[in-house]
């Protein structure tokens, strides 16, 4: 990868109040991280992103190679998602926060949803909210498509998404609710649950992760995290939850949909 791929001279056709800093937990996430910040170059040429923040609990392999290779700011943290999210907040500079997995990337013309709905929620032309992106699979078959479409009914009608989806948040928001906990899993639920169903809106964009997310044990972790989801809608705090399945086995950066989808 190019050296400062990111820390391009950007156009400025965006506000201040418009920017964001790109937040991304990683641990040993050499095998996507490249595609997951290419995706972020467009808007960072516009001047939409102005910052990526790199967390890292710990790697061992080219992760910060390829990090700095990119341009984007190296943190070093703890593992754990919630831990390093919480990190990388609290350096971010800019008025918006996006928070994107590792091995995550999001599709082409992304940032005009981005700034549109920034833009709104600036203008008070839409309510003050959070905003994630539609899930999607790089895999052809029956498997992805149905669950693009569990996660598709998830957003739509619960408002629940998942990290994988990212998350789009102000500053002023993000503050607001307290932040991501340090949870050792189901940070992304803690934090949707506090900002409430009214407060969460799906752009018509896709996050897409690789064929990868539905590698061995997949069966097992849908199976726990779909138990986690209902007990979590039942009142159960997501601590508890927390607390009931431990840490998560999987590392931060590795195969994502695991963790959390469908």
Not at 16 to 27: F, G, Y
Not at 38 to 66: C, F, K, N
Not at 156 to 177: M, T
């Amino acid at each position: 990868m190019p050296r400062a791929l990111l820390l391009v001279v950007s156009r400025e056709f965006v506000h201040d109040r418009h920017m964001i800093s790109v937040v991304i937990p990683t641990l040993n996430a050499e095998a996507h991280l490249a595609g997951t910040l290419s995706s972020l170059v467009t808007a960072a040429v516009e001047g939409l992103v102005r910052e990526v923040i790199v967390v890292d609990g710990g790697s061992s392999d080219r992760t910060l190679e390829i990090a700095d290779g990119a341009g984007a700011e190296m943190i070093k943290s703890d593992p754990g998602r919630g831990v390093q999210l919480r990190a990388g907040a609290n350096r971010a500079r800019f008025p918006w926060l996006l928070f994107l997995n590792a091995d995550t990337y999001l599709d082409a013309g992304w940032e005009r949803e981005a700034h549109l709905h920034i833009e709104r929620v600036e203008s008070g032309r839409r309510r003050v909210s959070a905003a994630s992106f539609r899930f999607a699979i790089d895999d052809e078959g029956l498997l992805p498509r149905t669950l693009e479409t569990m996660a598709s009914l998830r957003s739509g009608l619960l408002k629940v998404p998942y990290g994988e989806q990212g998350l789009l948040i102000s500053r002023a928001l993000y503050d607001e609710i307290g932040g991501f906990n340090p949870l050792p899993l189901m940070e992304d639920i803690d934090l949707v649950r506090r900002l409430g169903r009214r407060r969460v809106t799906v752009l018509n964009a896709r996050a897409v992760a690789g064929a990868h997310v539905m590698g061995d044990g997949f069966a097992g972790r849908v199976t726990r995290n779909q138990v986690c989801l209902w007990l979590s809608l039942l009142g159960v705090p997501v601590a508890t939850i927390a607390n009931l399945y431990g840490r998560s086995s999987t590392p931060v950066g590795a195969p994502a949909v695991g963790r959390s989808l469908p």
